[in-house]
C-alpha cells in the first residue's frame, strides 16, 4: 500500500518568489483540485516535446479543464498552453519544509 503523500522538489523559477530552486514540498496525491492553491501537475507537451512535471497554481475552471498560473509573471503557465484537463493534475501542495541552512565550520 503506499502512502498518499510525498516530497516534490522545485526545479527553475516559474513559483518564484513563493518557491525557489531546491525548496521541498510536502504534497497530496489527489486529483481533487484546491481552487487557488499550488499543485503538482503534468504539463502538456511544448514545441520541443514533453515538459517535466511542474508545481503551478490553479487558478480557475474553464470550460476545457483548469488553468495553471506561475506566480513568476515570465513563468510557463496556461497563457502559452491554455487549460489542461482532470489527470494532469497529480497532487496538492501541503507546505514547503524549511529550508536548509549551509552547516558552519567546527571551530
Known amino acids: 500500500m503506499s502512502l498518499p503523500f510525498g516530497i516534490?522538489?522545485?526545479?527553475?523559477?516559474?513559483?518564484e518568489p513563493t518557491y525557489v530552486e531546491g525548496d521541498r514540498l510536502v504534497?497530496?496525491?489527489s486529483r481533487r483540485v484546491h481552487q487557488g492553491r499550488p499543485h503538482v501537475v503534468r504539463l502538456?507537451?511544448?514545441?520541443?516535446?514533453?515538459r517535466?512535471?511542474?508545481?503551478?497554481r490553479i487558478t480557475r475552471r474553464?470550460?476545457?479543464?483548469?488553468?495553471l498560473s506561475s506566480d513568476n509573471p515570465s513563468g510557463t503557465d496556461s497563457r502559452q498552453f491554455g487549460a489542461v484537463g482532470p489527470?494532469?493534475?497529480l497532487a496538492v501542495?501541503?507546505?514547503?519544509?524549511p529550508r536548509r541552512l549551509?552547516?558552519?565550520?567546527?571551530t
Open 62 to 67: 474553464t470550460a476545457d479543464g483548469w488553468w
Open 8 to 15: 516534490a522538489i522545485v526545479r527553475g523559477s516559474s513559483m
Open 44 to 50: 502538456p507537451k511544448g514545441p520541443d516535446g514533453p
Open 52 to 56: 517535466p512535471v511542474a508545481v503551478k
Open 93 to 97: 501542495v501541503l507546505f514547503r519544509l
Open 102 to 106: 549551509p552547516r558552519r565550520g567546527r
Open 27 to 29: 504534497v497530496r496525491y
Open 87 to 89: 489527470d494532469a493534475v
